[in-house]
């Protein structure tokens, strides 16, 4: 009963203080379950997140649903579930409630143009562990940039960039290499 309270706190804080949306929580999951708490390592972590971005839905709630599953089954993915949802969904109640027409309000606008920066940086954290993982391979460094210069620049969907990388990953490591 402990360990599926552990999960549940443990995601309820990293729902509670972040801001900016699934991305942004995933560098502190990283650092909760496999620096932290320890229950997983940073393989099993990376091909989790890769999962969890390839699933349908919120990747932050995809990484609770693996963590959660892969530490405690289906009760551990209910507790981290919940845990990363209820502070959300509570957040968003009250900002319903209480904040409903301070959206133009000059200082609430200053405020989140502060917070931008931040949302950015800690996007980009785990990119870099990544690439980290992966001992910066010429390879890795070069799908990330062309991925990334597909969507942003020439406004190609993810989800075209994604399958082109992946059938690139099945030839590269089917004709070309046995491992990733």
């Not at 949306?21 to 990283?30: K, R, S």
């Not at 089954?73 to 319903?96: D, E």
Request: glycine share 8%; hydrophobic share 55%; charged share 10%.
């Amino acid at each position: 009963m402990k360990q599926y309270l552990d999960l549940f706190i443990s995601f309820f804080k990293i729902g509670t203080f972040t801001l900016g949306g699934g991305y942004v929580m995933i560098p502190l999951i990283e650092k909760e379950v496999v620096s932290k708490q320890k229950w997983i390592n940073n393989d099993e972590f990376t091909e989790m997140l890769t999962l969890a971005q390839s699933a349908p839905g919120p990747i932050a709630i995809n990484t609770a649903v693996f963590v959660g599953y892969k530490i405690k089954g289906t009760k551990g993915m209910i507790a981290t579930v919940l845990g990363t949802v209820i502070p959300s969904f509570t957040i968003i109640m009250l900002v319903a409630i209480f904040f409903t027409g301070l959206e133009n309000n000059p200082i609430v606008e200053r405020i989140f143009c502060g917070i931008r920066p931040a949302v950015v940086a800690l996007i980009a954290v785990p990119v870099v562990n990544m690439l980290k993982n992966n001992g910066f391979k010429i390879h890795v460094i070069a799908i990330t940039a062309v991925s990334a210069i597909s969507v942003w620049l020439l406004g190609i969907s993810p989800v075209i960039v994604i399958m082109i990388a992946g059938l690139c990953a099945i030839i590269y490591n089917t004709f070309i290499s046995k491992q990733c």
